[in-house]
């Protein structure tokens, strides 16, 4: 018999007692201890893998944030650089959230999820290279990471029209003074 940690979201699906269930696990060994983690979907499994990547981030903030929020909205989150609704999640702080969004943007740059994700997203889908292009010289000229993030994130919003990291940093070096 194995014991599992499983996010809410996965607690929310499961079938009736007795019925089949197959989950995707993810099995974690550290010196003191063996843990099995859960979920109902794959996409559920590769976030909670993503999310451990994160500096910071453990298994159960990993399952924290897949409980308060299901994968795809996570996601959205993300892309729309939405720090106030990761803050609402239980143990997630400004610093812990800021930090979710610089360090997950990259690795959601190609995500799958719903059809609707890339369309509420708006242009940081679309002008992803862009973005982590222009953030990054940000960071390299002395900003931190998310000011960086906010700044290009601003920029993009009111000038949906601009494609290129050029025009994204010096705008945001603009919008910081």
Same mark, same amino acid.
Not at 43 to 56: E, P, Q, S, T, Y
């Given at each position: 018999?194995?014991?599992?940690? *499983? ?10 007692? !007795? ?8 099995? *974690? ?16 499994? &590769? ?19 897949? %409980? ?9 989150? *993300?892309?729309?650089?939405? *720090?106030? &609704?990761? =803050? ?24 799958? !999820? ?7 997203? !708006?242009?940081?889908?679309?002008? @992803?290279?862009? %973005?982590?292009? &222009? ?6 000229? @002395? ?9 290009? &994130?601003? =920029? ?22």
């Amino acid at each position: 018999m194995y014991e599992l940690q *499983v996010p809410m979201s996965t607690l929310y699906q499961l079938p009736e007692v !007795g019925r089949e269930l197959i989950l995707h696990t993810h099995f *974690v060994v550290r010196e003191d201890a063996q843990l099995l983690y859960g979920f109902y979907a794959p996409k559920d499994k &590769a976030m909670f893998r993503a999310l451990i990547r994160v500096n910071g981030v453990g298994p159960k903030m990993a399952l924290a944030i897949l %409980s308060g929020m299901e994968t795809d909205d996570f996601v959205r989150t *993300v892309r729309n650089n939405d *720090v106030a &609704a990761m =803050v609402n999640m239980p143990g997630i702080g400004k610093k812990t959230a800021e930090r979710l969004m610089v360090e997950m943007r990259d690795r959601l740059a190609d995500w799958g !999820g719903r059809d609707d994700t890339s369309a509420t997203a !708006g242009t940081s889908a679309g002008n @992803g290279a862009a %973005s982590r292009e &222009a953030e990054t010289a940000l960071v390299s000229l @002395g900003y931190k990471p998310q000011q960086a993030a906010r700044a290009v &994130a601003r =920029v993009e919003k009111d000038n949906p029209e601009i494609h290129d990291s050029e025009a994204l940093i010096r705008l945001a070096l603009k919008s910081m003074l």
